[in-house]
């Protein structure tokens, strides 16, 4: 029994040294970028509203680096979307899982911002998963320092309804090439709306994208190329 006793205050002591680590650990403070370094969504606020020195040297403080490789999650559903990213280089999937099917929502490279936006702006659990489909690089800023971006400076307000617009705009293509019937008039749709990722993006991601399977994509495309 002396033994046992030992034995399970030995295990305690164990235990309580790894709850004091878990509780007293910290995630790393990511290291602080440069001006140039952001430089991509700096040019993005710039080419819509010109920026003060002060806006900037916020956003430099409060933006960060993130990489992830392909085939990682970015953001999982169920979750509420805390961060919004720029793509700097890659490309990442919506996508959401009905029953056993993957359903691509959109796709997005570089250039472009990234989040299940719906869940970013009102802070709500998403039904949307975030893949990289390649190795991207991205700039990341939290919800709560965005929305203190927009109090201390006005002007990034007007950045931000150029960026919703685009969402908007993008959105409504989503829509159109979802409700459109014929296999060959969503793929020629596509490519008049989204020709820089024809070549580029996996075709079952494509496929998943126009709502048919990865065989009728492949057929459109051969009709296509004896045209």
């Known amino acids: 029994m002396t033994i046992i006793k030992n034995i399970m205050k030995y295990i305690l002591h164990l235990l309580t040294i790894l709850i004091k680590q878990l509780l007293t650990e910290k995630d790393p403070i990511p290291a602080k970028l440069t001006s140039a370094e952001i430089m991509p969504v700096l040019n993005m606020f710039s080419a819509v509203s010109p920026l003060s020195k002060k806006a900037e040297q916020y956003l430099t403080g409060v933006i960060y680096a993130h990489k ?9 559903a169920g979750n509420i979307c805390n961060d919004i990213y720029f793509v700097i280089k890659g490309a990442l999937r919506g996508y959401i899982i009905e029953g056993t ?7 997005t490279v570089e250039g472009e911002m990234v989040a299940p936006i719906y869940s970013f702006i009102n802070q709500v659990p998403t039904l949307e998963n975030v893949q990289a489909i390649e190795d991207c690089q991205l700039l990341g800023m939290s919800h709560d320092n965005l929305q203190k971006l927009y109090q201390l400076f006005p002007e990034t307000n007007i950045v931000a309804r150029a960026i919703f617009e685009k969402y908007y705009s993008d959105a409504e293509i989503r829509a159109l090439i979802a409700r459109l019937k014929k296999a060959e008039t969503k793929y020629a749709y596509f490519l008049e709306t989204y020709s820089h990722l024809s070549n580029r993006i996996q075709l079952n991601y494509i496929a998943s994208f126009l709502g048919m399977n990865l065989e009728t994509l492949s057929r459109v495309r051969a009709n296509m190329a004896k045209r």
């Not at 992830?68 to 999982?76: E, P, Q, R, S």
């Not at 099917?101 to 796709?107: A, G, H, L, S, Y």
Request: net charge positive; with cysteine; charged share 30%.
């Open 68 to 76: 992830i490789n392909k085939g990682k999650i970015l953001h999982k």
């Open 101 to 107: 099917k993957d359903c691509t929502t959109w796709i």
